[in-house]
């Protein structure tokens, strides 16, 4: 087997935002879940399942005409490993490992996936990789296809994160330079401070070229 699937989690309900659904909100012109599904789209990925659930048809038209598989969970409420079961069962197959993507980064980049993959599949031994940045666990997850069978199967009321915490032996951390993989979007103060920051980028831009 080669290449990477992915599933990409969208179905929670997005209460600590309050009344805006996190997905919908505006990064860089584009509503946040579609930017996270054309970035996967621009990696090297060989197939990518996007778990939805919560305000599912809103959720459908942002990724309309994009080419990726969408799945119902209907068991969205009983927590995100439900997510997590329903987008690895509908993977196909016919690779080597799946990534587990979150739906709220909005910093992630194509390039940021891909240094993933390729650190993976550079390494015979690694089972499972995890980026940290300066100490902080980060997000996408890749995980060995096997895995996807015992998550699926012996550890299935364990969920993706219980299962990696009680595996410790098989972690591989990268440490990465980017703050991409640890910044998301949970508040509306962390929607604030990141459109703050990014104002700030731009107004340093701007400076500089003047």
């Known amino acids: 087997m080669s290449g990477i699937g992915a599933v990409l989690l969208a179905a929670g309900e997005s209460r600590r935002m309050g009344a805006t659904n996190k997905l ?3 990064v860089g012109g584009r509503a946040l879940l579609r930017r996270t599904a054309e970035t996967l789209l621009g990696a090297q990925l060989t197939e990518i399942v996007v778990v939805l659930a919560h ?8 990724l309309a005409d994009l080419p990726l598989q969408t799945v119902q969970n209907p068991r969205y409420r009983d927590g995100q490993m439900t997510s997590v079961h329903a987008g690895l069962e509908a993977l196909t197959g016919g690779f080597e490992a799946p990534i587990i993507c979150l739906a709220d980064q909005p910093l992630l ?3 940021d996936i891909d240094h993933l993959i390729y650190a993976y599949q550079a390494d015979p031994d690694c089972s499972i990789l995890i980026p940290v940045h300066q100490g902080q666990r ?8 096997a895995h996807r069978e015992a998550i699926l199967g012996e550890y299935r009321n364990l969920g993706c994160r219980r299962f990696i915490d009680r595996n410790p032996e098989l972690v591989t951390t990268l440490e ?3 703050n991409h993989y640890v910044v998301d979007l949970d508040t509306p103060q962390d929607y604030a401070a990141f459109e703050g920051s990014q104002e700030n980028k731009r107004h ?7």
């Not at 305000?55 to 942002?62: G, K, M, R, Y």
């Not at 340093?204 to 003047?210: A, K, L, N, Q, W």
């Open 24 to 26: 919908s909100l505006m």
């Open 176 to 178: 990465v330079d980017s």
């Open 138 to 145: 980060g997000n996408p997850v890749v995980l060995a296809y």
């Open 204 to 210: 340093r831009s701007v400076t500089t070229e003047d």
């Open 109 to 111: 980049e194509s390039a």
């Open 55 to 62: 305000q599912a048809e809103t959720a459908q038209s942002l």
